[in-house]
């Protein structure tokens, strides 16, 4: 669910923050990088967990990236950016609500299995992903958010996406 996540978390982010200055690119990346480290690993071990959704949809990732910022940054603006990639991270387990897997979310302290999606193969997972209307519902809305706030960005405009794309800085207030 790529626009789900990238639009849920950048419109509570942005509205919980309100920082005018904050670098989205960091905040997207870090809502995506749950599925972006499982989902190939997931892939591949599927015989033996037949899940997607492993380590780095645990709080265990969520706090490790954490402390990793804090150890490696010091205050300001490098700080505030990948704070926001941790920001990111947790933003993703929420919008996954994965309360519902706790085996995953709690991940080693309750075992060291993963939760289970129930299906034997893969393209079982993907077939059911594909056809489930919530999902699909969570795509239409992040993509909407997105595009909405595109427009008001203005990235239509070569110069106005030229900048954002190089600062990651959402140029309009949020109101």
Do not use: C
């Amino acid at each position: 669910m790529l626009f789900w996540h990238l639009g849920a978390t950048t419109a509570f982010i942005r509205y919980a923050f309100r920082d005018p200055n904050m670098d989205l690119r960091f905040l997207a990346l870090g809502a995506i990088a749950p599925d972006l480290i499982d989902l190939p690993i997931g892939i591949a071990l599927w015989d033996r967990v037949e899940a997607v959704r492993l380590g780095a949809h645990s709080l265990v990732f969520a706090a490790l990236v954490m402390a990793v910022v804090l150890v490696l940054t010091r205050r300001g603006p490098r700080r505030k950016r990948w704070m926001l990639f941790a920001v990111g991270v947790l933003a993703h387990l929420a919008f996954d609500a994965m309360w519902r897997l706790p085996e995953t979310l709690w991940w080693p302290f309750l075992g060291t299995d993963f939760a289970s999606t129930g299906f034997a193969t893969y393209g079982e997972y993907v077939r059911d992903l594909l056809t489930n209307p919530i999902m699909w519902l969570g795509e239409v809305i992040g993509a909407a958010y997105l595009v909405w706030m595109g427009r008001r960005i203005g990235l239509e405009d070569q110069t106005t996406r030229r900048t954002f794309l190089a600062t990651g800085v959402a140029s309009v207030g949020l109101d």
